[in-house]
């Protein structure tokens, strides 16, 4: 069984700064899909950004990058020019690639809460 | 562009009441459907997904069941709530062409007295 693991339960930057979150997996899978979910106060559980196994380039959406590593199974997200909007708890989620009756569902991290200091 | 709807937003319940929560996706057909539920300051919890009619699997044996009656509908219910049960309920959706991403409701809050 596949295994997500965040092991900072809380971190805080500067507004404006680069904050890194850590996520680290295990699997004996080579297709496979990864996920960063953001939930705000609300409780809304919004995607962040999707990265595909199979490509080798970083995934990015505006402020949001990730650092994916395969062979170390890491992958984390790197939020720049960090704001007050941000805060939040990071989920990371691991999705099999396999389309199989029991393949179809997310593995979540513990997640990480995002303080945004002013 | 696809929707998902999910309601009631908060419901305060009686230990021993019954429970129905619904959820709706409308812009897609067929797609696979989610019930999580999350503990105050906690993970979410993958409690049944559906990949189509009459497909349910259930990831936690508890008092609660869930349905999925038409293509686009899941429904998540309990015969008799108990206290252990109070939680924040989110839906979501995912299908292939969207690299599996899954997309969530904007969750009820369930609290049971």
């Known amino acids: 069984a596949q295994t997500v693991t965040q092991s900072q339960p809380e971190m805080s930057v500067q507004e404006a700064e680069t904050v890194t979150l850590s996520c680290t997996y295990d699997t004996s899978e080579s297709d496979y899909y990864l996920f960063w979910y953001k939930q705000p106060p609300s409780r809304q559980m919004i995607l962040v950004i999707r990265?595909?196994?199979?490509?080798?380039q970083n995934a990015t959406e505006n402020r949001f990058s990730v650092n994916f590593q395969k062979a170390a199974k890491s992958f984390s997200l790197k939020i720049s020019d960090s704001q007050l909007g941000d805060a939040a708890m990071y989920f990371c989620a691991y999705r099999s690639g396999y389309s199989n009756f029991g393949n179809e569902k997310l593995t979540f991290g513990t997640g990480t809460r995002l303080t945004i200091i002013p | 562009s696809q929707t998902i709807h999910q309601w009631p937003a908060t419901l305060v319940q009686p230990v021993g009441s019954p429970l129905s929560l619904e959820c709706t996706v409308e812009g897609t057909s067929n797609p696979n459907l989610y019930w999580y539920r999350q503990a105050a300051g906690r993970g979410l919890q993958l409690l049944f997904y559906s990949v189509g009619i009459g497909q349910i699997s259930s990831e936690v044996p508890q008092n609660l069941s869930a349905s999925r009656p038409q293509d686009r509908q899941f429904i998540l219910s309990s015969k008799k709530l108990l206290l252990s049960d109070s939680g924040f309920y989110l839906c979501a959706w995912s299908k292939s062409p969207d690299g599996w991403s899954q997309h969530f409701g904007d969750g009820t809050r369930l609290s049971i007295l």
């Open positions: 990265q595909e196994a199979y490509k080798q």
